[in-house]
Structures are given as structure tokens and as C-alpha cells.
């Protein structure tokens, strides 16, 4: 017999081109046509995922021995058994047969030698499964091999699901590109994957779920849509996603949306009715989730059945979280086919309703949902928005902002639908708006407005804040408005406001009972006494406020009042057992609010300044020059302190020029440090006064030109190559490092400096997985490797390392403002 494999119709078992990334799948394919024991084999997965292709390999490499029958029978479009009895027949006979079985025709072919029968896109055909075990039990030398989405289930059948390629490494590599470029270059030869085009190639893949149909169709187009285009176009819509008319090409193999009704005309209709409901998700849900959209609501088992079904059939998938949840989750292009169904389908008001009324449940529930399952939540609040649901979109708002502190993205998406409902005016809540409008004030960005109209702006608004607060009655609300204006005062410079409600806010406190927000009302006191130079009231203030935040565990009193008594002679201070500088900066670091820990560094920097050691107070000074820039777009004076504070150093040094140049960019705002900063202000005025005494003058009007315009942000840029200019390149500091990006021993790769950049943001591993377009394993992968490399145990000590190194500088932390 010179050719075992029957090929009755062109383009079964045919291989075009070489198979790229399925080498497990072969192996596993090997191993079980090697064993004896197996006779059905089903090979499942997504349609385009390439099982044909997978099949064709397998049998060229594997069953191409003379004692091996192997017979393809291609089964596309055939729905009647007996039809599919008529093809397993003819692809068998060399001669026509009438009357025969496929049984009799396969013994009649193969003769008691082994046979593999390959039966090809085997998914329509009714009763399949009885002519499988049929034939199986007639000839015991026979082994199965069928293709299909979703298995035969028949007894001893071995399944081998396929699945979309994974998502491209974090340096643009994996099989999904490699696919593509292979046909890219097929179908032009101009096509090259280099540096220029790679980024957009792998950021396509990502776009298509890694489903080889899909790439394939769209490398095909290559050669009218340059990949950096194609990348674009594809985020918004499938339509390039077709090919034209091409022979022996199966009309759902055509376009990823005739792959996709063809593989939704497989499911028995509760189920292909409940896939077009589910569609209305945007990331991972639970089951329960599922049950909420359905109409009439499914039980329980009805809903597992219906769930089972979708995953057999590759439309949906099952995941675990990180907490060992079950979630269900639909692949990118699935929804995007998903919804256009739905719109469609006379019902998507009353699902994206229901949609809304769970998610906004779930986050009154468990307010940390929002963060895990941030785009549904946010659908949720388009869905209240546009319907007209103000208040309750409010409330969905207020319970989701706290928690969306550390997602960047997530918090900038929010703030501006907040506004639109705060303008809209139509929500008579007044302490929901309060509460709403304080979030958004301390998270909008001061962008261009300036730093003293951004003050004033924020101010105004606080103010509107403590009003809505007074008129609602709510007690809380008020309290909450009073300490924001205090906390603020570094942004408002309204010092009469912060003064005011320093001590409305204590008596308001105080007639609540609230222990922890009285210790913290007693410190904004003790500021006012020191305002007033009363040092004896001071002390009394900060002594009551520690005791109190101690006995009530407050870690934000505790350090500000312990801050507070050590600037303090000790006479005055009283025989009060302080912390530590260094045990108040694990406690601020705790609190994950990075204005409280640079209030701890500053007194370090000062101390260290006054032991003559410049190591140390360049270490703090560093670290506070990269905290602010990680906040200056709500913070916008955050370097001054910094900023003080390395004039002494500079000036140590001799370096006046640095001095001049310091000095300079901060100038316009001296007249201004007594409110800011009256800590630091006599001091530091008194030393830059002989300053010009020090630099000629025509060297200092330059050296004072080469600043004049900068803003505070690019000053504290240049302070920060000021600082690692001092360092010593011998051996690096434990806290700044003389060049940034240049880790302790091994160096981070860019990805891995991408990934620990984004956990310094405060991202979780899906947070990070979502931004850089990577699998959350690959995430996982990443942060292992960098903290070998960094020898740290874990995420805290990563971070902090990266914080003190300057090696990420920080873009988004938590709420500086954050009181509580």
C-alpha cells in the first residue's frame, strides 16, 4: 500500500506551512495513539483554533507505517447520521459498496491491521456517538480520532483540548507572533518582525485572544494594513477580521463572526439565549452573576447545565482567582460578538438593568469588589448614568472611590463620570454629595491650573463640602469635611479655614465620642498653638493626642503627635515615651499614605543634617523628592520640603551654584512658606539671606536665568540628579542609588522594571497583567524573578525598595490626602 492516508476531499489532512507552538498537544497526541488501550480520541477547542491542522500533523508524522490504516473522512456540514454513514463508506471503499456498513467497509480496507479513522470537523452530526462505539466495538484494532468543539462523550474517549495560543511575553515573543509573521510573510514577502513592528504584532495577538484563525486572517491583510494600523483598528472593531472567497476555505472559517454564529448554531437554544445574556459582562463574574441576567431566573442546576455546556464549547472559560474563586469569563472577541447579539436581541435593556443591580449590590456588600471587577462595576455606573438613576449612581460611586485608590486607571475613569453627576445637580442627597465631592476634589489633578489656583479651587470646593455636610445633618460627613480642610492646608494655604475647623472639628469630635478622630483633631489643635508660638498649650495638645491615639491604636495620631512633641526642648515636651523616627516610618509606610511618610523623613533628614552625617539626610531628602513627584499632580507644593531641605546640604558642600540653583526655583513661593511650612521656614530664610553675599553677581543672575520658569515638578527632577550627583559610586547607598533604573546586583529587565513599576503604583498582579497586555502567571513569573534579583521576600520589601532606590519613580500612590 504506497499511500495509507485517504484524502477524499481537498484540503483534509493537508498542511500548510509548518505548525507553530502545538508541541505539547503532539506529544500528548503520540502518547495516546501509542497506546493500545485508547480507541476514541477527540481532539476540542474554540473553531480556527487549528485542530485540522493539529490532526494533519499528527497523522503525517506519526501514522505513516505500512502496518498503520489511516482514513480521513471530512464531516464539515453533514447533520444526518446516515449521510455520515454514506461518507465513513465511500472515504473507506476503493470501489463503490452497496449495502454495506461502515464496519464492514472499514474490515473489508483494513483487514485486522491497525486503522486510524480521522473523522474531521465532526460536530453536527446527530448520533455520532452511537457510529463511533459502533465501529469501535466491531473492530478492536480501530482508533478514533474526531475533531470537534466539544467532545463525543463516549465511554474510554480521551480528550485533548486546544486552546487559543497564551498572550505574548512581556519582550513580544511566543507562538501567537510567530504565527502571525510566518503568515505575514506568506502573503508578502516585504513583511519583517523586528523591533519597528513586533510591539504592534504582539499587541494584535493580545486584541485576538491568541486564536490562530484570527491571526491568520488578519497577517493575511498585512500587506494593505501596515500592523501598527491593524493594531488600532482592531481594539474597535472585528471588521477586518474576513477574507475573501477562497477555495477549499470552509464559509466559517471566513470571518471570526461566521466562526462564531456557526459555533452558537451548535447549542441547544437555553444555551445560546443564556451566551448572548452573558456578553453583558466585561471581565471574570461568578456564577451568581450569570443567574442575575437570566429571564425567568434559572435554578441553580439548570444554570450549571446551560454554564457546562458554553464551556464545552469553548465560548466561555473557567478560572480561578488569586482567592480560589470560580469565575466565568468570556475571550475578547466572544463578548465583542456577544454584544452585538444582544443588542439585537429585544432584551439588552432589562440584562444591562440586571447587570447594574448586581454589581452595585455586590459593592454595597463588599466594597473591595470594585477594584476586583472595576469594569463591570463601571458599566454598572454607565448603566445607572445613562438611565437617569442619578442618586444610585452616586451611591455606587461613593462606595467604589475608596477602594479604587490604588488603581490609577481605574481612579482617572471614575473621576470625571462623578463630576458629570455632581454637575448634573439632580441628587438631593446632600451628605452623599459631600462625601463625593470631597473624593473627587483630593483626587482631581491640578494639570494646568497653578499652584495657587488649584488651591483656591480645592479650598472652594471643601468649603462646599462642609455646607452640604451642615445641611444634611450627618454628623460624620461634617467631621470628615472639617479634617480634610485641615489636612489640605499644604494645598489650600487657607490657613484661617484650617484654623477654624481645627477646633470645630475637636468640639464636634469630642460630643460624638469618636476617640480616634479626637486624637486627630487634638494634634490639628496643638498646630494652632504652635502657630501661635503657645508651646505650653502645644505640649498639652500633642501629650493628650498621643496618649489617646495610643490607648485607641490611630497610627496617623500617633505619628503626627509624636512628630510634633519631638520638635519640642524636652522640658517642654514632658516625660512622654516616644517611638522612634524609624518605628514612625514603618508605622507611616503602613498606612500606604505617602505624605505621612514624607512628614517622618523630614525630621530624619533634619537630624541626620544636624550629625553632620550628608549620607543619611541625602538618602531621606531623595526618597521625599521621589514621593512628590509621585504625587505633585494633586500635591503640587510636595518638593518643597525636599527642596528646603538640600540647601543646607548643598551649602555644606560648598556647591553654591546648587544653592543658587535650589533657592531659585523655589523663590516665588518664599514669601509663602510661613503658611506652608512654618516648621522650616525661619530656618531656612535665615540661611539663604547671605546668599548673594556668597556667588558674584553675574553668576548668580545666571545661575538663577537657568531655573527661572521652571515648575516645581522639573525642580524637583533636577534636585534629584542633585542628589545622586552627591552620592558615592564606590558602593551604593542603602537608600538612593547613584543612578536610577541601575538595580542592586542582577539587572531588572525593562518588562521587569515595567512590572515593578506598576506594583509601586499599587497595582495587583491583574492590575499589572491588564496594563502591560500580559497573562497574570507572566506577572506572577516576573515578580518572582524580581525579588531574586533584588533579594527582597516579597512585595513590601520590593516596593520600598524601589522607593528608596529611585530606581521606579512612583506615578500613582494612594490618596495623599487620606486622613482616615
Known sequence: MTDTVARPVSGVLSRPGPLVGRAAELDALRELLAD??????????????????????????????????????????????????????????????????????????????????????????????????????????????????????????????????PAPDPDGDGPAVSLFAARAAAADASFVLDAGTRTSVAAICRTLGGLPLAIEVAAARVASVPPAMMARQLERSSALLHQRDTL????????????????????SPPAAALMTRLAVFEGGFPLAAAQQVTEPRLGELELLDL???????????????????????????????????????????????????????????????????????????????????????????????PDLTLSPGAQATLLPLVESVLNDGSVSDDALVARTLMWATVHSPAD???????????????????????????????????????????????????????????????????????????????????????????????????????????????????????ALPPEERGPVPLLELDELLQRAECLQQPMMVMHVLAPMAMAALAAQDQASALSAIGRMLLIAEGVERTWPVAALAPLILLVPVTMARGSFDDTVRVRESIAELEPMLPQILPSLAQTYLAMVEPLRGLVPPE?????????????????????????????????????????????????LTPRELDVLERLVAGGTNRDVAETLGMAPKTVMHHTVAIYRKLGVRGRAEAVSWALRSGTVVPTTLSDPHSTT
Open 699 to 747: 553668576q548668580y543672575d545666571a545661575l538663577a536665568s537657568e531655573v527661572r520658569g521652571l515648575t516645581l515638578g522639573q525642580a524637583n527632577r533636577r534636585a534629584q540628579a542633585i542628589v545622586r550627583g552627591y552620592l558615592p559610586t564606590t558602593g551604593p547607598d542603602p537608600h538612593v542609588l547613584p543612578r536610577p533604573g541601575v538595580p542592586a546586583g542582577e539587572h
Open 248 to 267: 477549499g476555505v470552509a464559509d466559517r472559517h471566513r470571518s471570526i463572526d461566521a466562526a462564531l454564529d456557526w459555533s452558537m448554531s451548535l447549542l
Open 307 to 401: 454554564v457546562s455546556e458554553l464551556v464545552d464549547s469553548h465560548l466561555v472559560d473557567l478560572l480561578v482567582d488569586s482567592a480560589n474563586h470560580e469565575l466565568l469569563r468570556l475571550d475578547p472577541l466572544v463578548r465583542r460578538h456577544g454584544k452585538r447579539l444582544l443588542a439585537e436581541s429585544g432584551v439588552e435593556d432589562r440584562v444591562r438593568d440586571a447587570h447594574a443591580a448586581y454589581w452595585s449590590t455586590q459593592c454595597t456588600l463588599d466594597p473591595s469588589t470594585a477594584s476586583r471587577s472595576w469594569p463591570d462595576v463601571l458599566a454598572a455606573l454607565d448603566r445607572r448614568i445613562s438611565t437617569g438613576h442619578q442618586d444610585s449612581a452616586l451611591q455606587l460611586a461613593a462606595i467604589a472611590a
Open 448 to 566: 494646568d491650573m497653578g499652584t495657587a489656583a488649584y488651591g483656591a479651587w480645592t479650598a472652594r470646593r471643601l468649603r462646599q463640602s462642609i455646607a452640604l455636610a451642615r445641611s444634611s445633618g450627618d454628623d460624620a460627613a461634617l467631621l470628615e469635611a472639617l479634617e480634610l480642610v485641615v489636612s489640605t492646608l499644604g494645598v489650600t494655604f487657607d490657613l484661617e479655614g484650617a484654623v477654624a475647623s481645627a477646633h470645630e472639628g475637636h468640639a464636634l469630635a469630642s460630643r460624638l465620642g469618636n476617640e480616634a478622630a479626637l486624637a486627630r483633631f487634638e494634634v490639628y489643635v496643638a498646630m494652632t498653638h504652635s502657630l501661635r508660638g503657645d508651646t505650653a498649650a502645644q505640649a498639652r495638645s500633642a501629650r493628650s493626642a498621643y496618649e489617646r491615639a495610643s490607648r485607641v491604636r490611630d497610627s496617623e495620631a500617633i505619628i503626627h503627635s509624636a512628630l510634633m512633641l519631638r
Open 36 to 165: 493500545d488501550a485508547v480507541h476514541v480520541i477527540t481532539i476540542t477547542g474554540p473553531v480556527g483554533v487549528g485542530k485540522s491542522r493539529l490532526v494533519a500533523e499528527v497523522t503525517h508524522r506519526t501514522l505513516n507505517d505500512a502496518d498503520t490504516v489511516v482514513v480521513a473522512v471530512p464531516l464539515t456540514g453533514v447533520t444526518d447520521s446516515g449521510l455520515a454513514a454514506d461518507a465513513l463508506i465511500s472515504a473507506l471503499s476503493e470501489a463503490p459498496q452497496y449495502g454495506a456498513s461502515p464496519a464492514t467497509a472499514l474490515w473489508r480496507r483494513a483487514g485486522g491491521q491497525r486503522a486510524v479513522l480521522v473523522l474531521d470537523d465532526a460536530d453536527e452530526v446527530e448520533a455520532l456517538a452511537e457510529l463511533v462505539v459502533d465501529l469501535r466495538d466491531s473492530y478492536p484494532a480501530l482508533t478514533v480520532l474526531a475533531t470537534r468543539v466539544r467532545p463525543l462523550r463516549v465511554p474510554g474517549e480521551r480528550v485533548v483540548a486546544v486552546k487559543p495560543f
